[in-house]
């Protein structure tokens, strides 16, 4: 087992490191892994050896707070990774918070602390107590551990998730042959605590991961989304962070419940046959005095230049990415969620700011990478180690990157030399799109390429295009908001906007809320406008965008090639005098193909008429100007034949009145 773990190791370069000290032990490694069995709960040599290499993948079943036995004793077994430490102890209420009472063992090489406290029980509180090189005393949370006092309160809380009970067995097996390619994937981005609230005053009101389980799974099927990603669940101190400044990375929010509670939201949703994304953010921490900054009085997960290892805008430190211990930190970090949680996959935040060394930093705050650039040639063997990993141990899952930037091959695989994600969020895309709708539709047609550039790129990586939280806060106004006209204008703008973007190439994602045209932009500190939905306006856009879901999900042609030109084909990408875009989506085998016909303009066009590929009948299977969607409800035939009669450079076309701001769907 070691030697092919030492070879696999030597082979890549992101592990090419130095293990001179450890050449003594190599030698014996079969007696440092008995000693590591003896005691199955204790740091041992491999343990510390594979730490070092950062190819300790369960590291987080060592390091922290675990439930042992030391001879007939029971107690609590606490680890904790500090070597810049003079000494330590854990603190807590078992010992009544007296730093003298429970002391910690040092073990060398990495400076791992250990002690078993016989007094510690299941849901206790706890911190280390670490006194620096310069003799001060620091109270630091268990960076480990799987739980945490409810904040504003920064303790971790003693917990057993060894004994979580699943019914997903199937579905876990099922995962690992799951080629996400070619199924359909649509998301819903939601964000726990604002998704819904009940009326308690003298609380938060926040509900349950048990609560939103059942209420969000029920929404969801409804809607038809395949997938749920939630928004900042590691444990983090401030609310309006939402989750992506974390000071826990192996612990669920307490704000929603236990971990229990936690794995019960997940195993409820795999019930519900819909998959869970969890937002992770390897890219940064925050400052804190109880996290990970300066942990042992020194830096130690964060890199010790701060022209590395600080965000200076955001005020945030930045992992060491090239130290194997903080790479074993967060490579493990998500095989934990992955496996122990049952997640189905990851968003990893903020990929632009790890992958480039002057990220939102000006002249003198960034330092060059050894050959001058700005490449972080050690986020580039993390990114590159962990999607290895992932795919390796986790077969099935999704990781996504948010990557804004054309970084080449972010979902090439590592083999291949690129980073090894299955797919990017289409911030391109994004960008244009959102720049488009905002127009008047007078000016549209001088920036008619906007909607049709996307198509220029679209195969380069596999992409999701997103309409995330981040395009509905800090003052950037709700959707609905962002469309022009008067109140009517704006619905239809709408619905016009979100029948292209299901058209178009790639999977979907949107953010709560957008469903249903809420009209304020979003906020963590309230629910969602829910009551809405008593107006016809926000009713009638929740199910279009529904019916938009369930066609999405129903044809093939919709996704199963999002990744070929085979899969897409321009009618009419020209038409900007008049705004309106023509496309076909394909499926394998040429079996219910789609066309699909928008106009961007109040106009209506009663002559128009669309070149089609073959002399066929063309089934009207989704026509926005339905009254149940807020259009005039004027009736149309089901049914169109095809004439010899050419029409955007095909020999046959038929003709269809468009009305204004129309999205038809035609089958063939």
């Not at 990415?321 to 930190?329: S, T």
């Not at 969602?528 to 093939?556: G, I, N, S």
């Not at 209506?604 to 089609?612: C, H, I, K, L």
Request: aromatic share 16%; net charge negative; hydrophobic share 35%.
């Amino acid at each position: 087992m070691f030697v092919k773990t030492l070879s696999f190791c030597m082979g890549l370069k992101y592990n090419e490191r130095n293990i001179s000290k450890w050449t003594g032990k190599v030698n014996d490694m079969g007696k440092a892994m008995k000693k590591n069995t003896k005691m199955s709960y204790e740091i041992g040599e491999l343990d510390q050896y594979l730490f070092g290499q950062g190819t300790h993948y369960e590291i987080y079943k060592k390091l922290g707070a675990h439930k042992a036995k030391k001879g007939k004793k029971e107690g609590i077994y606490f680890a904790v990774w500090a070597p810049h430490a003079q000494e330590i102890s854990v603190i807590g209420e078992f010992n009544q918070w007296d730093r003298t009472a429970s002391p910690m063992k040092r073990h060398e090489p990495l400076g791992i602390y250990d002690c078993f406290v016989p007094e510690a029980k299941e849901g206790m509180l706890y911190k280390f107590c670490i006194r620096t090189q310069e003799g001060e005393y620091l109270y630091k949370a268990d960076p480990f551990a799987n739980y945490a006092e409810v904040r504003p309160g920064t303790a971790s809380r003693i917990v057993d998730i060894e004994d979580l009970k699943w019914t997903d067995s199937k579905w876990m097996k099922d995962r690992e042959t799951w080629d996400h390619n070619h199924e359909p994937v649509s998301i819903y981005e939601a964000h726990i605590g604002s998704w819904k609230r009940h009326p308690r005053e003298e609380e938060d009101g926040f509900y349950t991961y048990r609560e939103f389980a059942h209420e969000a799974a029920a929404y969801i099927k409804e809607m038809g989304y395949t997938h749920i990603e939630l928004m900042g669940i590691a444990e983090y101190p401030y609310d309006g962070s939402w989750g992506y400044q974390v000071t826990g990375y192996y612990a669920p929010t307490a704000r929603y419940g236990t971990p229990k509670d936690f794995m019960y939201f997940v195993d409820y949703m795999h019930e519900k046959g819909i998959h869970v994304i969890l937002d992770w953010v390897p890219a940064h921490f925050p400052k804190d005095e109880h996290g990970l900054g300066r942990f042992d009085g020194q830096p130690l997960y964060e890199h010790p230049d701060p022209r590395r290892g600080e965000h200076p805008h955001w005020g945030t430190y930045i992992f060491n990415y090239g130290k194997r211990e903080v790479e074993n930190f967060l490579i493990a970090n998500g095989l934990f969620w992955l496996k122990e949680f049952h997640v189905d996959g990851l968003r990893v935040d903020a990929v632009a700011s790890m992958l480039y060394l002057d990220y939102g930093k000006d002249d003198g705050e960034w330092l060059p990478n050894e050959k001058g650039g700005n490449e972080n040639y050690d986020a580039i063997n993390l990114f590159r180690h962990m999607n290895e990993q992932f795919e390796k141990q986790c077969p099935g899952t999704e990781i996504i990157a948010e990557e804004s930037t054309a970084w080449a091959g972010v979902t090439s695989p590592v083999s291949m030399n690129g980073l090894g994600f299955l797919f990017k969020w289409n911030m391109g895309w994004m960008n244009d799109f959102l720049e488009y709708m905002k127009l008047d539709p007078y000016f549209r047609a001088n920036n008619h390429g906007k909607l049709t550039f996307s198509m220029q790129y679209a195969y380069s990586e596999n992409f999701i295009q997103v309409l995330s939280h981040d395009e509905v806060v800090h003052g950037k106004g709700s959707m609905i908001e962002k469309m022009p006209g008067e109140y009517e204008d704006k619905f239809a703008n709408l619905r016009t906007a979100y029948g292209f973007m299901y058209g178009h190439p790639g999977k979907k994602l949107l953010f709560m809320g957008q469903e249903f045209a809420q009209l304020r932009e979003w906020s963590e500190e309230r629910e969602l406008d829910w009551f809405l939905l008593a107006e016809p306006e926000h009713q009638q856009m929740k199910m279009w965008v529904k019916d938009l879901l369930h066609l999405y999900k129903r044809h093939k042609a919709m996704y199963e090639m999002d990744q070929s030109w085979e899969g897409f084909e321009w009618i009419n990408a020209d038409d900007g005098y008049r705004s309106i875009y023509s496309f076909m989506r394909h499926s394998k085998g040429a079996k219910k193909n789609l066309l699909f016909v928008c106009n961007f303009t109040p106009m209506a066009r009663d002559d128009y008429r669309v070149g089609v590929p073959r002399k066929k009948q063309y089934k009207l299977i989704l026509n926005s100007d339905e009254e149940k969607y807020g259009g005039t409800g004027a009736d149309r035939k089901k049914i169109y034949k095809a004439e010899k009669k050419e029409c955007d450079g095909r020999p046959y076309s038929f003709a269809y009145k468009l009305p204004p701001y129309g999205v038809a769907v035609f089958e063939f």
